[in-house]
């Protein structure tokens, strides 16, 4: 009778391995288990360009944010930016822009919309256009206007031009190159003589207009772009520890400073270092795959220009965290826990992209474009 009864517990157990063997060779890879922004949806490219196609040809309100040597140099913004006048100030036309030729690039090749894109597109894209924007940027009195976030917005858009293979692009980009190469130089020019790193969640934030200006410099093959924002990013945040997280985000901030430096030192640095900084720059990243360890951030009033900032955060961070979640060596076990943040982020961020508010819908859906068509991490 023992004998009996042992030999039903072995095979009982032998069962249960067979059952567990079988469980483990179906278990999905990490790719198919967590959940990244794959190809944008219709629906969303429609919201989308509909945003900007509506105010990169609308002045006003406008926000001209300059220094002027005489009052003859005060003027309206069309006369000013020629090309950039629109979306209330010239880096919101900047991004404008570029949401309209992502999703030309990368949106769906069928749209209605898209007719109207290269047409606005062409109107604003011309060489005398153009020769008016060089001639702003040339002025003495111009000093560090939209440096580094303007700027880097501006490359971030060259970046596009230059990746995507169609006829209109190269002629854009041939247009666009005189005032690429100008601002190129000046950040050259300013990157050796900044000794300390912008920690902001707004404009002047030295990470996020790093990455951006990295991305630029890959895709342009500007070695000397290269090698300096890379000497700058290890010198400002290798060493970095504890970056204080639970401190975000400021009541104004659309970029928060620690994930953003996640997001430039992952492009820099191999899956085993990063992996290795990461947990010394944020040690408390979960390994439970929760994803309510980081709460988005709150509006109260998305007709205040600056309480509004809090919808472009929720929007950059979820980029950040699924970037900075796909440069972690295979298998690490913060990745479920980033995804999920990021996944709560996105939607929340996705959601606030309205047009009922000219203060949040003339800049969100740039930040929900490069969220949703993943451009951060595909550099292509």
């Given amino acids: 009778m023992l004998n009996v009864k042992n030999t039903l517990i072995s095979l009982a157990l032998l069962a249960g391995f067979l059952f567990s063997l079988q469980v483990f060779a179906e278990k999905p890879d990490r790719v198919e288990r967590l959940e990244y922004p794959g190809a944008i949806t219709p629906e969303l490219a429609n919201r989308f360009s509909a945003l900007a196609l509506a105010c990169v040809q609308q002045e006003f309100p406008n926000k001209i944010s300059r220094t002027t040597d005489t009052a003859e140099a005060i003027g309206r913004p069309a006369k000013i930016f020629p090309t950039f006048y629109g979306c209330f100030d010239w880096h919101s036309a900047v991004h404008g822009h570029w949401l309209l030729i992502r999703l030309l690039r990368v949106g769906p090749q069928d749209a209605d919309w898209r007719a109207e894109a290269f047409k606005k597109l062409n109107e604003n894209f011309t060489e005398e256009n153009l020769a008016g924007e060089v001639a702003n940027f040339a002025r003495p009195a111009r000093g560090s206007w939209e440096r580094p976030y303007g700027l880097a917005w501006y490359l971030q858009l060259t970046t596009e031009l230059r990746q995507w293979d169609h006829p209109q692009a190269k002629k854009w980009l041939a247009t666009l190159t005189p005032l690429e190469q100008d601002i190129a130089d000046s950040l050259k020019a300013w990157l050796p003589k900044l000794v300390y790193p912008i920690r902001l969640g707004t404009h002047n934030q030295s990470a996020f207009a790093f990455g951006l200006m990295l991305d630029w410099a890959r895709a342009a093959n500007d070695q000397d772009m290269q090698r300096l924002v890379i000497e700058r990013s290890i010198a400002f945040h290798r060493h970095d520890i504890n970056c204080p997280l639970a401190y975000e ?35 408390s990243i979960p390994t439970d795959g929760s994803g309510d360890w980081l709460a988005p951030g709150i509006v109260e009033d998305p007709s205040d220009g600056k309480l509004v900032h809090l919808d472009g955060v929720n929007s950059s961070r979820a980029w950040n965290l699924y970037n900075i979640a796909r440069a972690l060596p295979k298998d690490d076990p913060r990745e479920s826990a980033l995804v999920a943040a990021a996944k709560i982020h996105a939607d929340t961020g996705v959601a606030a992209v309205s047009a009922e508010h000219y203060s949040g819908s003339h800049w969100l859906a740039s930040f929900a474009t490069y969220l949703m068509t993943d451009r951060g991490w595909q550099q292509n």
Wanted: aromatic content about 12%; overall charge negative.
């Fill in 249 to 283: 985000p400021s009541g104004e901030d659309f970029l928060s400073p620690c994930l953003m430096e996640a997001d430039l030192m992952r492009r820099i640095l191999t899956a085993q270092e990063f992996s290795e900084w990461l947990s010394d720059f944020m040690p």
